[in-house]
T-cell receptor
Framework: DSGVTQTPKHLITATGQRVTLRCSPRSGDLSVYWYQQSLDQGLQFLIQYYNGEERAKGNILERFSAQQFPDLHSELNLSSLELGDSALYFC?????????????FGAGSRLTVL | AQTVTQSQPEMSVQEAETVTLSCTYDTSESDYYLFWYKQPPSRQMILVIRQEAYKQQNATENRFSVNFQKAAKSFSLKISDSQLGDAAMYFCAYRSGGTSYGKLTFGQGTILTVHP
């Protein structure tokens, strides 16, 4: 157990629907990162939050949004789902400040869009 | 923008033998960190080893070691005494240093097969 908790583990839904993926970071970690892993795109950085504020954005579609709550858990919202959104979505958390801060990953949420 | 390239989509090794996975990166930064992550069939991303760019000494973690060539921007992973449990996808990753809260940029991955 990495200490980063992601729910749900698996999710099957239809095109056009909306889903929410949830992530609880390791205790003490203020930064949360979301990644998408698909066969054709590899591991793509989506977005990062630090202590409730958005810090960096990657290749995140406008149909996707995220937030980090005061208790530091984060949610990734995916709307108007398309077949191509089927992927494994990872959350990772990290301590802050300088140094080789290691990102610790959750087990991922596998999304299948039919 | 930084890029990470893993030129070997697949590698195989016999159990107990040694294998080296290649990684090159492109950056104009002087302060950064490099990582190797392992993704077994369970899909969990597991840190294997990390290297600070300012350190000349290559990192080692038990059977895993790296060959960090900063000038060549090369960061290879050597797995000694390979075990069946080492079979996985291996990702090389880059992270900016300093006080950046930077993301990891991953390579495309190398699938490692270990033959008994």
């Amino acid at each position: 157990d990495s200490g980063v908790t992601q729910t749900p583990k698996h999710l099957i839904t239809a095109t056009g629907q909306r889903v929410t993926l949830r992530c609880s970071p390791r205790s003490g970690d203020l930064s949360v990162y979301w990644y998408q892993q698909s066969l054709d795109q590899g591991l793509q950085f989506l977005i990062q939050y630090y202590n409730g504020e958005e810090r960096a954005k990657g290749n995140i579609l406008e149909r996707f949004s995220a937030q980090q709550f005061p208790d530091l858990h984060s949610e990734l919202n995916l709307s108007s789902l398309e077949l191509g959104d089927s992927a494994l979505y990872f959350c990772a958390s990290a301590v802050t400040g300088p140094g080789a801060n290691v990102l610790t990953f959750g087990a991922g949420s596998r999304l299948t869009v039919l | 923008a930084q890029t990470v390239t893993q030129s070997q989509p697949e590698m195989s090794v016999q159990e107990a033998e040694t294998v080296t996975l290649s990684c090159t990166y492109d950056t104009s930064e002087s302060d950064y960190y490099l990582f190797w992550y392992k993704q077994p069939p369970s899909r969990q991303m597991i840190l294997v080893i990390r290297q600070e760019a300012y350190k000349q000494q290559n990192a080692t973690e038990n059977r895993f070691s790296v060959n960090f060539q900063k000038a060549a921007k090369s960061f290879s992973l050597k797995i000694s005494d390979s075990q069946l449990g080492d079979a996985a996808m291996y990702f090389c990753a880059y992270r900016s240093g300093g006080t950046s809260y930077g993301k990891l940029t991953f390579g495309q991955g190398t699938i490692l097969t270990v033959h008994p």
